[in-house]
């Protein structure tokens, strides 16, 4: 792929895993070298757009910008998705039978179940004195608060939770073959639960699969395939990414004992601390775009077919933006307008369910745990592409 406009090329495979940080400082670096690169790493190449101002136009170009190319790093994926794969009308009709279940209201209608749940498991690790945070905990609670949130039984999370692991292990390596065999067991589970919900309709209101199984677009009904798509993608977005923030928010707080006291003595900072959190550890270090007519875009000539990389993780720690980016700090002007979940129409349907599950566990664990420390020799090292830390051991007295 040769770049075009004479823009600076990048050579940097945002696939590999790194120390703790290490895409931060690639990214940063990137970005202040210049505004924009053209990455030659993937077959069709991509621009990358590393600048709030920019990042931020990018994902309100979504009519000539769309998400034919969800991630600029595997432009070739073949996995349906919906809401994601959708655009224009016909995706703001479908996020209209999706919407209601993840409004703030009906998040706030989960709040004593997450709760609950929380401290349920914390009630199981705590007298242990250690665990492997992600693979132990970060990554079980929101499989749960998934299961509950579409009306499935939290018991479930026993044998859903590997499937989940191992379909996500595949895709981020581009292995779609291998991802196949998990996606058909968690496809066949949510068949069960579609056939269930018809034969037994719950409260559509309550009952997401219910709700689906009853919804129409554009008078006619939703197909299983469609369901189970939509299912399956809401999944898909939501377990990994609320895992990933987590192990990022705990080894920020096992390592700066000023802040993690803070949150322990003023719990009511905790959700201004997540949403701190959530701008300076953007884990979707990027959303990928496709051009569907040729333009020109503040100076890069774009050509139809081209793949756009919209750098959240570089426009979150942009200086221009926000004023020493590497610091933790509450109540920083201009907190709410980060891009951690996207912006424009296909931002994160999930977002505060989110930040619910965040400040839950954050007020829960520190109530049970509160000091802990990281194991000495741990190595903290985090997965390319969709960033994750793939091991946090943490240790505390019991
Ligand atoms: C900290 C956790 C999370 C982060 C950082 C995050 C981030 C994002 C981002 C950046 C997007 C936009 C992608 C794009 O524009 O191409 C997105 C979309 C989405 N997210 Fe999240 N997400 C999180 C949690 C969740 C949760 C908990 C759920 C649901 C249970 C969820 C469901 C979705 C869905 C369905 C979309 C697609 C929306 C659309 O295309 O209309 N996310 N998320």
Redesign the pocket.
Known sequence: MTPRSGCPVSHTDYTSESEIYGHYALLDEEREAARFHFNDTTERGFWMLTRYEDVLAG?QKHTNWT?AV??ALFPGSTIE?L????NGEE?QK??RI?NPF?SPAAVRRMEGLAHSRCVELLEELAPKGHCNFVAEFAIRY?TD??LI?MGLPVEDGDFFLPWTEEMFGCMLQGDLDGAAVPRAKILAYFQEAIDERRANPRDPAEDMVTRLVQADLDGEPLSDDTILTTCL???L???D??R??LGYIFAHLARNDEDRVMLIEEPELTRDAVEEF?RMY???IQ???EVQEAEDFRGLEMAAKDVIW?G?GSANRDPRKYEDPDRFLLGRPGLNQH?????????????H???L??AVVLEEWHKVIPHYRIKEGTELIERGSQLTLKNLELEWDV
């Open positions: 994902f998400t969800r991630t998705l809401p994601q794969d959708l995706h479908f996020r999706l993840f929101p608060l998934f949130l993608s809401i999944m977005a939501g377990l990414t609320t990933s923030a959530i953007p884990l979707v959303a990928g775009r919209l959240i891009l951690a979940f996207g912006a424009g129409p296909h931002r994160c349907l999930g977002m369910l989110a930040r599950e965040l």
